[in-house]
């Protein structure tokens, strides 16, 4: 059994140390943080599944970065676990939103039965998707929800001719490509002020920010994904700009580069009288955003004609 990623943020040396050789013990990996400022770079280019934070010594930043990993769409179902003073006394957990806490000295064995306990907790609570960590379903549906009536725009994603690439390349490549996809979203949503990212499933997402943003966050997804995508590709395909593969009817087809389609959907459209509704519409925009050649959004401006990038 493949054991869980665990990231230490702590900056005693002989405390973080001495857990990363106990946790390894166990079988964990565990990856050390001793600066604050480093935690979030490192956390999007390798997600931890656990993050411990020790509170036990002055830790600068440790609050903010608290508040910042609760926050995020993408970190805030991470269970965290606190270190505090074996002396010390919360009469309040509001300025430490934490999912458990042990006390120093530490006892070791307690500490992996509250990983144990955490991570099992939050199997039951969540429905993240477990290639991306991003939100489900139950978390999609109530977003969309809330964002009825707003001058938010729900955006849907997905990634044109995503099954013949698995097909031709494999499913390593394949979820690569869809956890790619998952930070470029997450980050482009994060950078532009805020707001939700989820994962329907597969190669389809969905993301909520303000309507005025909207353009922006889809412009900076597809220019970062279209760049990041020649990567996956050998110079020759490049050069001619597909690859062969099996359509569905089991016959060869040239299949071009990869690209995503994305439909926006403003939720303060007249054409938006209920939740179920949004994806009806964004599903044709979707449509036409793959007739056009390459990546391209499509805005719904139903008080005069779809707009399409």
Known sequence: MQHSRIALICTQPQLASLLQLRLQSKGYQVMVVEKTVAVLGAFYSDPPDLIIVD????????????FMLRGDSFFSPIPIIGI??????????????????????????ELVSRITLAQSRIKRIFDNNPLTRLPGNTSIHRAIDEALGLPLAVCYVDINHFKPY???YGFSHGDEVIRMLARIMSNAVRESGGGFSGHVGGDDFVFIVPRERAEQVCATIISHFDQIVQTLFDEETKK????VAHNRKGEKEQMPILAISIGVVPMDSPAISH???????????????????????????????????
């Open 240 to 243: 001619r700009g597909y690859y």
């Open 166 to 168: 698995n097909d031709v």
């Open 275 to 309: 939740a179920a509704r949004v994806a009806e519409v964004a599903a044709e925009l979707k449509k036409l955003a793959k007739g056009n050649q390459g990546s391209s959004y499509v805005v719904d401006r139903r008080s005069r004609t779809f707009e399409d990038v």
């Open 55 to 66: 509170f036990s010594s002055p830790c600068v930043g440790c609050h903010d970065i608290l």
């Open 84 to 109: 505090f003073p074996g002396t010390s006394e919360q009469d309040s957990w509001d300025d430490f939103p934490l999912d458990d806490f042990v006390t120093t000295p530490v006892n070791f064995e």
